[in-house]
């Protein structure tokens, strides 16, 4: 599985961006996907995650703020991210697995099925 995420940029505090994940290859071995964040230093959190049933996870930092959603027919993953604050400012990942749970307590690539380049969100106060 090949991951392309895209859609970051730069936004002031209470903004929106869209962020676009396009998935390729072996696709039908994916039951979930979601969105890692990266801020300067080693830690990476996992934003949101949706299963292929359509169960979703956010973390609480994120909870009525982030929509994400799947579209099956384009092999898309977006993250809708509203309201957004300066904290939020980080590389995104897009990154798939075999389950929510999975991706719950994997910390990087190397737990997981597939992982995409990155792309950066900066928020501005």
């Known amino acids: 599985v090949q991951l392309v995420d895209s859609g970051g940029g730069l936004v002031q505090a209470g903004g929106s961006l869209r962020l676009s994940c396009v998935a390729s290859?072996?696709?039908?071995?994916?039951?979930?996907m979601g969105w890692y964040r990266q801020a300067p230093g080693p830690e990476r959190e996992l934003v949101a995650a949706i299963s292929s049933g359509g169960s979703t996870y956010y973390a609480d930092s994120v909870k009525g703020r982030f929509g994400i959603t799947r579209d099956n027919a384009k092999n898309t993953l977006y993250l809708q991210m509203n309201s957004l604050k300066p904290e939020d400012t980080a590389m995104y990942y897009c990154a798939a697995s075999n389950s929510i749970a999975a991706m719950r307590i994997a910390h990087g690539p190397s737990a997981l099925d597939a992982w995409g380049q990155g792309t950066l969100v900066t928020v501005s106060s």
């Open positions: 290859g072996s696709i039908f071995s994916i039951n979930a």
